[in-house]
């Protein structure tokens, strides 16, 4: 033998992760995210990415996963780790709009408990895609997983809720600027979402009127330091001290009302940081 000829395997949901992280442009990562909507990694019927599309042509040479039933383990399942890879990477590209599409169906604790076959609280190794012949099992979870899922959880989390780089410095001095990404309906009805920040800090987001948060900046920001004192101030980029008093744990809370515009077009100049009021 003087050579061989290459064959292709079916679509894996982690060479589209890689692809994605990859991508120029928001434009270009849409357009690649439309193209896996369209293939066989995405299941239409449970709203989800599968681990790879069919492997039923292809010899058992290429490995274990061709030897599981379809829908089942590393074969056409929903494998959450990598799809949670998957969602990560939309959000980190700016596809937002997408990225809230996908939430309710692919996040575990929007799981309709009869369907998952476990609580929503607990996230697992893999769920039955409708590929497997079962429809009994379909988007049913197995094996509870506390590792790799919940680590991409917790990405997309900061993410959401406190940008891609909520410290930055210039010139020596210490300047703290949420940007969150979130969907409308993650407020409640009095416009309001609270997460903790850095495990101390207790921030609540206003809205005016409901809409999503594509990285959106805050009009007005209030404090609450550790003493009691409250602090305002106009713009949500905070300087110091109460920047670096955030982040020494020495603030309570923090209270942002949004921009009534949706999103960021470009980034302000962080030498206008607002100032203070007591």
Request: with cysteine; net charge positive.
């Amino acid at each position: 033998m003087t050579g061989f000829r290459p064959r292709a395997l079916p679509p894996f949901l982690e060479g589209a992760v890689k692809a994605l992280r990859a991508q120029p442009s928001a434009r270009e990562a849409a357009r690649l995210h439309r193209r896996v909507r369209e293939s066989a990694l995405f299941d239409p019927a449970l709203g989800r990415y599968k681990v790879n599309a069919p492997l039923a042509s292809e010899p058992f040479e290429i490995g274990r996963a061709r030897a599981f039933t379809p829908g089942w383990l590393e074969n056409e399942s929903i494998w959450l780790h990598m799809e949670y890879k998957y969602l990560l990477e939309m959000l980190r590209a700016g596809l937002y709009d997408e990225f809230f599409g996908d939430l309710r169906a692919c996040l575990t604790p929007f799981q309709d408990p009869g369907r998952y076959g476990r609580s929503p609280l607990e996230n697992c190794s893999f769920l039955a895609s409708s590929a497997h012949l079962d429809p009994a099992l379909h988007g049913a979870g197995f094996v509870a997983r506390l590792s790799g899922s919940t680590a991409e959880f917790l990405s997309m989390w900061n993410l959401m809720t406190a940008g891609p780089r909520p410290f930055s410095a210039r010139e020596g001095h210490l300047f703290l600027a949420l940007r969150p990404a979130l969907p409308a309906w993650l407020f409640d009805a009095s416009g309001s979402f609270q997460f903790r920040f850095l495990g101390r800090c207790e921030v609540t987001l206003r809205l005016e009127k409901a809409r999503d948060l594509r990285g959106a900046r805050a009009r007005r920001a209030g404090l609450v330091l550790e003493d009691g004192r409250r602090v305002e101030m106009e713009g949500g980029i905070l300087g110091e001290p109460y920047s670096r008093l955030v982040r020494e744990g020495k603030v309570k809370s923090l209270q942002l009302w949004m921009e009534a515009d949706e999103g960021l077009a470009g980034v302000e100049s962080l030498e206008k940081a607002g100032g203070a009021r007591r």
